[in-house]
């Protein structure tokens, strides 16, 4: 079982910064791939960005590459998003989740934190 916790939403102005936070429960943290998903108002949920287990490899959504890193401190059972040049269309519930390889995808959700943009 793992829990997670987001934290570091709020409201920011468009390219501005924010950097979300992750932390999980569990000794196993460092054994899960995690990512980052958003949901705007009235939209699906979306994939912003994944990290391997160990961090030595990422991947991005085409809306946010560039513009976000995903990063982890499995010695703080912590996973982060720094998001720069923040744009309107990134407003949104941001989810991390934890995949544990064992093919079920994202197991494990946390309970989302708000980012908005304002223009």
């Known amino acids: 079982q793992v829990q997670l916790v987001e934290s570091g939403g709020g409201l920011v102005q468009a390219g501005g910064s924010l950097r979300l936070s992750c932390a999980a429960s569990?000794?196993?943290?460092?054994?899960?791939?995690m990512g980052w998903f958003r949901q705007a108002p009235g939209k699906e949920r979306e994939f912003v960005a994944r990290?391997?287990?160990?961090?030595?490899?990422?991947a991005y959504a085409d809306s946010v590459k560039g513009r976000f890193t995903i990063s982890r401190d499995n010695a703080k059972n912590t996973v982060y998003l720094q998001m720069n040049s923040l744009k309107p269309e990134d407003t949104a519930v941001y989810y991390c989740?934890?995949?544990?390889?064992?093919?079920?995808?994202?197991?494990?959700w946390g309970q989302g934190t708000q980012v908005t943009v304002s223009s």
């Open positions: 989740a934890a995949d544990s390889y064992s093919g079920r995808g994202y197991a494990y």
């Open positions: 569990g000794r196993t943290f460092s054994s899960y791939a």
């Open positions: 990290i391997s287990w160990s961090g030595g490899s990422a």
